[in-house]
Nanobody
Framework: QVQLVESGGGLVQAGGSLRLSCAAS????????MGWYRQAPGKQRELVAT???????NYADSVKGRFTISRDNAKNTVSLQMNSLKPEDTAVYYC????????????????WGQGTQVIVSS
């Protein structure tokens, strides 16, 4: 079993910054993709940023130039630096990871954190 635990959410004024962190623990062979998703009230969960194990990143158009995703494979962590925050960034942010449970298997497992609240006031 794998656990993903997020931290760093909170309340911030528009134009401010927050840094979200996520730590993976449990039993697994390797983490492949990791990323951040968010869900605002009444909205579907949407991709914010992803990173492959090799550091290839992808961002939603709405956050390009403002958010930066980074990984530390040795520590099994992923972070999201959020700058120039806007009220529309308000959401619960979820950490995501795709895990290879063991070297001898072909199937990967997806895990999600419980989420951390980000509120950006106008």
């Amino acid at each position: 079993q794998v656990q993903l635990v997020e931290s760093g959410g909170g309340l911030v004024q528009a134009g401010g910054s927050l840094r979200l962190s996520c730590a993976a623990s449990g039993t697994f062979f390797r983490i492949n993709d990791m990323g951040w998703y968010r869900q605002a009230p009444g909205k579907q969960r949407e991709l914010v940023a992803t990173s492959t194990r090799g550091g290839i990143t992808n961002y939603a158009d709405s956050v390009k130039g403002r958010f930066t995703i980074s990984r530390d494979n040795a520590k099994n962590t992923v972070s999201l630096q959020m700058n120039s925050l806007k009220p529309e960034d308000t959401a619960v942010y979820y950490c995501y990871g795709r895990f290879r449970p063991r070297i001898s298997t072909f199937n990967d497992d997806d895990y999600w954190g419980q989420g951390t609240q980000v509120i950006v006031s106008s």
